[in-house]
């Protein structure tokens, strides 16, 4: 790779940093507030102050905290809960819908990758990154092969930096590593190496000194293919020494191994925003009260004294146990009263608290919390009333980071032989999402048909208005929607085959009846036997 190229990529790296520092104090402050572990991993800029470090002692209140944990706890299990088949493949194509070798072929694989997904770390991975998305509303991970099963692993944004292509999708990616001289030997091989650095590591191999290593993954149309030896695949992947300015490893993707996912964005920013950064200035009040409030407490319990001059001896004391000594004739010394009234105070900050945890949607993940007695229909219209006020918002968590993750892990267990009929991302599948928060979100249709039917059924006796409605697909979308497996329901051939079986059945059967009631006419007017006669 030419020098040119390498000067090239590392000032596009030096750009994407210099645009991100803009957001190093909020998400400074977000995490002090939120997420105080991850202070140390969110800055542009290396910051190791915070290691080793409890840094939770200036935080006067927790609710931020626990409810981001909450939010967090509450998208992932009811998006993709665990154990359970949360996603399904299904052709794109319309004449491939119906058909069942497809139907089969699609289930098949997506049974493997479910299967393959729970046995890998994606548990861990992906909550990580979804709290990264909540408290500071860009969150990145990547999916490998690696040994003998998928390898997830997630990223802190203080060392992932991206760009956009002209129409708004991520296609850039650089990710900004530590090693030292060790480790570097380890990843690329020592003869890999800059030759000062393969020199150092000769003459001091315990050296913890740490170096900068980035690595570029970019479209291949961005450089002359034959320079980043991209092999023929859409994106090239670079590993640079950023001090050394050299390459340690060239290599590419057929599609980006790093997912990015924005909880929410404004328009014209290339970060995401988060819930917590919009509510930053409500629980920072929050913590303000609570410190102010428990300052009051403590002054109520262990109030300062009033004293004339000179009245007592020594220095007052208010310890349980202590004695005051005071001189003869002296007024008793008198606690101070503030006036200040901890009740009221308590009860703004179970205001602020509350409003902070709306913030956080946590009335939606605890729906029924104040609701009592209800019926099961009732609980399932307020439960599904509540995910609807998320569901935009989750919708682009879907689209810009679960479809093409998943593609890419369906692809990687595909080029793995894992598969008995093969299955890629080149057959144009469509995703769709079964966790409780998605089919909330496509449920709606299937509720207005519900709702419909359900009021102008009384009707149908006096005018048929229900001929109106598709019965048989409005059943299908209902049942999809609701979760039901694809390859449980019949395709339309095989249920016009067994109704069509049913109506040579009723019609024998009436036949029969038929000839039953003509016989006993005919016995009933003759009143002869009938015995050995063809009717």
């Known amino acids: 790779m030419e020098k040119s190229a390498i ?9 994407a940093k210099t645009a991100r520092q803009a ?53 992932f ?10 996603f399904e493949f299904r052709p794109a194509k319309e004449q491939d819908a119906n058909s069942r070798d497809v139907q089969r072929r699609l289930a098949a694989a997506s049974q493997v990758l479910h299967s393959e997904i729970w046995r890998s770390n994606f548990q861990r991975e992906m909550f990580n990154t979804i709290r990264s998305m ?28 991206f760009e956009e292509d002209s129409k708004g999708r991520i296609d850039t990616v650089f990710r900004r590593e530590f090693f030292t001289l060790r480790q570097m030997a380890q990843e690329f091989g020592a003869d890999m190496l800059p030759p000062d650095k393969q020199r ?71 970060m995401g925003r988060s819930p917590a950064i919009e509510l930053l200035p409500d629980i920072k009040m929050l913590n303000s009260m609570r410190r102010t409030f428990v300052m009051s407490c403590e002054l109520q319990s262990c109030p300062a004294l009033i004293v004339e001059d ?17 001189r003869h004739g002296a007024d008793d010394p008198r606690p101070l009263q503030t006036g200040a009234n901890p009740q009221l105070t308590a009860e703004a900050i179970a205001v602020e608290r509350e409003g902070i945890m709306q913030g956080f949607f946590m009335d939606m993940f605890d729906v029924l ?68 928060l998605s089919l909330a979100m496509s449920n709606l249709q299937a509720s207005a048909i519900e709702l419909t039917l359900a009021k102008w059924s009384p009707y149908q006796a006096m005018y048929p208005v229900l001929d109106n409605v598709n019965l048989d697909k409005s059943f299908v979308m209902s049942a999809l929607n609701a979760g039901v497996p694809a390859d449980c329901l019949r395709s339309q051939r095989e249920l016009e085959q067994i109704r069509q079986q049913a109506q040579q059945v009723q019609q024998a059967q009436q036949t029969v009846e038929l000839a039953e009631k003509g016989s006993k006419a005919i016995r009933n007017l003759s009143g002869t036997s009938l015995e050995g006669l063809v009717l």
């Open 7 to 15: 000067k090239t990529l590392l000032s596009r790296y030096a750009q």
């Open 23 to 75: 957001w190093d104090n909020t998400f400074s402050e977000v995490a002090r507030y939120v997420w105080p572990d991850a202070c140390s991993v969110v800055r542009s800029v290396p910051d190791e102050s915070a290691e080793g470090r409890v840094l939770t002692v200036d935080i006067s209140d927790s609710t931020a905290i626990k409810a981001s944990v909450r939010m967090t706890s509450g998208i």
């Open 77 to 86: 299990g009811w998006m993709m809960p665990m154990g359970t088949k949360w």
């Open 134 to 161: 909540v408290v500071f509303g860009t969150g990145a991970i990547s999916v490998e092969w690696l040994d003998d099963g998928l390898l997830f692993r997630s990223y802190p944004i203080g060392n992932i930096f």
């Open 200 to 270: 150092r590591l000769a003459d001091t191999p315990d050296d913890n000194a740490k170096y900068e290593v980035v690595h570029c993954v970019f479209p291949r149309t961005d450089y002359d293919i034959t320079k980043v030896d991209a092999k023929g695949q859409r994106f090239a992947s670079v590993w640079l020494d950023a001090e050394a300015e050299a390459v340690l490893r060239k290599g590419g993707f057929d599609s980006m191994p790093y997912r990015i996912g924005r909880f929410d964005r404004s328009p014209n920013e290339l």
């Open 310 to 326: 000179d009245s007592v001896i020594g220095q007052p004391s208010i310890g349980p146990g202590d004695i005051i000594v005071k």
């Open 369 to 436: 919390e104040r609701y009592r007695n209800m019926t099961a229909y009732e609980v399932s219209r307020r439960i599904e009333d509540k995910q609807v006020l998320i569901a935009p918002m989750i919708s682009g968590l879907q689209k810009e980071m679960l479809d093409p993750l998943i593609l890419r892990s369906l692809d990687l267990i595909s080029s793995k032989k894992r598969l008995a009929e093969p299955v890629s991302s080149e057959d144009g599948l469509q995703i769709v999402y079964q966790g409780r």
